[in-house]
């Protein structure tokens, strides 16, 4: 991975228990994961690089972190399935996203981007 200087490089959530958010995160959006001790867990495959905090709760009313989906309804399928909550959804100007709540409490968006033509 290609470092730059002063880029977001590295995102950190917080999680009581770090099985459920690997269950989570890997089924609802295919992240691979790394083990390092028992109170920490990294992840890849996720677009930015980050890791979960074993043993801390999160706290509400920080950053919001949105990916992007190319299928959005099947990305809201996918995350109600592995065991998200869907909290809310929005519609704008040119796309559309919703909100959902990870199994450790953590609060993340999902977007897509609707094209010109559409």
């Known amino acids: 991975m290609t470092r ?3 880029h977001i490089d590295y995102v950190e959530f917080a999680a009581e228990d770090l099985g459920a958010v ?5 089924e609802a959006f295919g992240w691979e994961f790394q083990d390092w001790g028992p109170d920490y867990v990294s992840f890849s495959a996720s677009g930015l690089d980050g890791g979960f905090r074993g043993g801390e709760k999160p706290i ?4 919001l972190i949105i990916l992007y ?7 809201e399928k996918n995350v109600v399935a592995a065991g998200g909550e869907i909290t809310e959804r929005h519609d704008f100007p040119g796309g559309k996203r919703f909100h959902f709540r990870d199994p450790a409490g953590n609060v993340l968006g999902v977007w897509m981007i609707f094209e010109a033509n559409e």
């Open 22 to 26: 690997k269950k989570f995160y890997g």
């Open 60 to 63: 509400a009313g920080g950053p």
């Open 69 to 75: 989906a190319e299928d959005l309804d099947a990305s």
């Open 4 to 6: 730059t200087n002063n």
